[in-house]
């Protein structure tokens, strides 16, 4: 997500802002299954996986703007971050099913 983006969603301090070690904390104290979530991108998701401070990850907004990110990431191709916040909320499909997969814009 850009920051200006993140800015306008939330109006206050993101999440991993108010509290950076969350995930930390959360390992150190729940001995469950820990998913990752909230702006993770898959290059972060590998990274917490690897280092077991999660188990998996979870993928929201990525996922609206990318209806295929299974296999985008898994062919490696190009990962689409933009997105128009103003279509969220707003009662139509704009905005959440709109979004192209990658093989019809080639
Ligand atoms: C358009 C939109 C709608 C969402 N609706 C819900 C919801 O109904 N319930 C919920 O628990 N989280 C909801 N979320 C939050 C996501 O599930 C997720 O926790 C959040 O977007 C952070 O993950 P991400 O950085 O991968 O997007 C929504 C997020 C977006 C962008």
Not at 57 to 76: G, H, M, Q, T, W
Not at 92 to 99: D, M, N, R
Request: charge should be negative; hydrophobic fraction near 30%; include cysteine.
């Amino acid at each position: 997500m850009r920051p200006e983006d993140e800015k306008e969603l939330y109006r206050h301090p993101p999440p991993l802002q108010q509290f950076p070690d969350l995930l930390h904390f959360c390992r150190e104290h729940y001995k469950g299954v820990i998913i990752g979530n909230q702006g993770y991108d898959p290059d972060s998701a590998e990274k917490d996986v690897s280092s077991k401070l999660v188990d998996l990850v979870s993928f929201a907004k990525l996922y609206i703007v990318n209806p295929d990110l299974f296999e985008r990431i898994a062919n490696s191709w190009p990962i689409e971050t933009k997105q128009d916040i103003k279509t969220w909320m707003s009662g139509s499909a704009e905005g959440y099913t709109s979004y192209p997969a990658y093989a019809s814009t080639k």
